[in-house]
Structures are given as structure tokens and as C-alpha cells.
């Protein structure tokens, strides 16, 4: 097993991509109200605050802003797994290795994470975010997908409505 070192800053803004294990399932979107829960859950335990979030078929995207002091978002992925694996019925394919543990075989076990550097590099995220439903043809504009915070930042005057449509899929492929 390789020793992957987190980058661990207390207080950070970090982007998340959270991925279940067997990608061609849609059970995020499918279950989208006990995810939902599961945040709300982790976030009254340990609180943290959610700078935006997409949820996806297989995975989803999040920034988060840890309190002061505080570096612990591992432990935190790890009880919204948890909680949300538990709230589905079984069934799913588990590996030996797995099993032997006594895990579900819902998620990946890994998560990826960024620490976001900069206003800028929150931006770049922020719209990366808010992009990924059309870049992983889900929908044809961004305002057209109802798991994402983009509907908050259109709401809050950030994003214009019309933002990351199919014209904006053509300028980023092109290079225009």
C-alpha cells in the first residue's frame, strides 16, 4: 500500500471528489436525500461550512471550509459514508478483502482532496464544480441539474442563470 500523506491545514478550504466504488451505478443521485442527510448529520456533529457541492451519478464535488483549528476531514468522510451506506438496503458487490473487514462496498475507499490555495483557485473549483454535470453529459446547460449549489449562486447573484450552458461547452472544447 503506497503512504499518501493528506495535506492537512487547519482552518483550510478544501475540494472533495468522493466516488462510489462500481462507477456505472447512478445510487447517488438515486439516494440523494439520505446523502443529503448524511451531510446535514456530519455537519451538526462537526460542523463545517459547505462552499458548494454537485452530486453526481457515481460521485460528487464538494469545497469545504474547516472551523479554526480544526484539520479533521477524514473522520468526517468517513462517518457520511457510513451513514449513508447504512441507510441503503444491502446487496451491493463486495470484495473478500472487504467483507473480511465487515465493509459495505458501496464507496471507494480513498477520496481526493485539494486545498484550495487562493481566491483564484476557489473560483477555478467553484466553476469546475458547477460544470460538471454538462462536462459528464448529464445535461446540456448547468442550471438544467437539480444536485448542485449553483442554484444557490444563481440565487445569491454570483452566477447569471444562463451560466455554463452548451455554448460555454463549445468555447471550453474549442478554445474560444
Given amino acids: 500500500m503506497t503512504n499518501y500523506r493528506r495535506n492537512r491545514l487547519a482552518g483550510g478550504t478544501y475540494f472533495f471528489t468522493v466516488a462510489i466504488a462500481q462507477r456505472h451505478l447512478d445510487i447517488l443521485v438515486q439516494h440523494v436525500q439520505n446523502l443529503k442527510a448524511a ?3 456530519e455537519h451538526q456533529r462537526a460542523p463545517f461550512v459547505k462552499l458548494a457541492l454537485v452530486v453526481l451519478p457515481d ?9 479554526h483549528g480544526d484539520s479533521d476531514y ?3 468522510w468517513r462517518r457520511i459514508k457510513a451513514r449513508f451506506s447504512r441507510a441503503l438496503p444491502l446487496g451491493e458487490r463486495v470484495s473478500i478483502s472487504r467483507a473480511m473487514k465487515g465493509e459495505r462496498g458501496i ?3 480513498r477520496f481526493w482532496e485539494h486545498t484550495v490555495r487562493d481566491e483564484e483557485d476557489l473560483q477555478r473549483h467553484l466553476d469546475y464544480i458547477h460544470f460538471n454535470p454538462v462536462k459528464h453529459k448529464l445535461v446540456s446547460r448547468v442550471s438544467d441539474w437539480p444536485h448542485s ?3 444557490e449562486y444563481v440565487r445569491s447573484g454570483v452566477y447569471p442563470p444562463d451560466w455554463g450552458g452548451c455554448d460555454d461547452l463549445l468555447d471550453r472544447e474549442f478554445g474560444e
Fill in 39 to 41: 451531510l446535514r448529520d
Fill in 59 to 67: 460521485h460528487l464535488h464538494t469545497i469545504w471550509r474547516l472551523p
Fill in 74 to 76: 477524514s473522520n468526517r
Fill in 107 to 109: 464507496w471507494q475507499r
Fill in 149 to 151: 449549489t449553483f442554484h
